[in-house]
T-cell receptor, first 111, second 112 residues
């Protein structure tokens, strides 16, 4: 079983749609969680951290359920510029803080 | 200038050649990492270093070696390149164990 698993893609949605990405992780020692965004053939960039109480940044909302080892990202009012691959990432504090990346879910927002 | 700089950006090399990928950072971070990315496999950790005297193997270190020449520099070597090492390679840095990473722009390596 992969340590971090994400919804298979791609997600093709119209502008203005709401889209949700799901992610599960297997290592209960995971302590920090992130969503990264990666544009085609470019480096991943931190989109947002994920906190236990849930957190929001504009149109983006992240949720964490530690009991279920589940993370989600909700994007409201999708824009063309949101088209990218979204990576779910967990931080293993008991292994010196290594980040483990999911395979990513590709999002394509169409006019 | 970028916080994390990788050189070269693109490289084509022949099977059996030795090649070095270089990474330098201006963020003052102690922790540095090398990942490779392949389609469908995501990012996989090759080596990581928590300070100049600390080098650790990641999940796919076979066929690779690294050198941490200074806090700011971490290089990855392929001693004898093979075609299945064709991939996109990323260097990353972080400040502490619970922070996210800052990535370099990547090196696209093709082994023919």
């Amino acid at each position: 079983r992969k340590e971090v698993e994400q919804d298979p893609g791609p997600f093709n949605v119209p502008e203005g749609a709401t889209v949700a990405f799901n992610c599960t992780y297997s290592n209960s020692a995971s302590q920090s969680f992130f969503w990264y965004r990666q544009d085609c053939r470019k480096e991943p960039k931190l989109l947002m951290s994920v906190y236990s109480s849930g957190n929001e940044d504009g149109r983006f909302t992240a949720q964490l359920n530690r009991a279920s080892q589940y993370i989600s990202l909700l994007i409201r009012d999708s824009k063309l510029s949101d088209s990218a691959t979204y990576l779910c990432v967990v931080n293993l504090w008991n292994q010196g803080g290594k980040l483990i990346f999911g395979q990513g879910t590709e999002l394509s927002v169409k006019p | 200038d970028a916080d994390v700089t990788q050189t070269p950006r693109n490289r084509i090399t022949k099977t059996g050649k030795r090649i070095m990928l270089e990474c330098s950072q201006t963020k003052g971070h102690d922790r540095m990492y090398w990942y490779r990315q392949d389609p469908g496999l995501g990012l996989r950790l090759i080596y990581y270093s928590f300070d100049v005297k600390d080098i650790n193997k990641g999940e796919i270190s076979d066929g690779y070696s690294v050198s941490r020449q200074a806090q700011a520099k971490f290089s990855l070597s392929l001693e004898s390149a093979i075609p299945n090492q064709t991939a996109l390679y990323f260097c990353a840095t972080s400040a502490t164990a619970n922070y996210g990473y800052t990535f370099g722009s990547g090196t696209r390596l093709t082994v023919v």
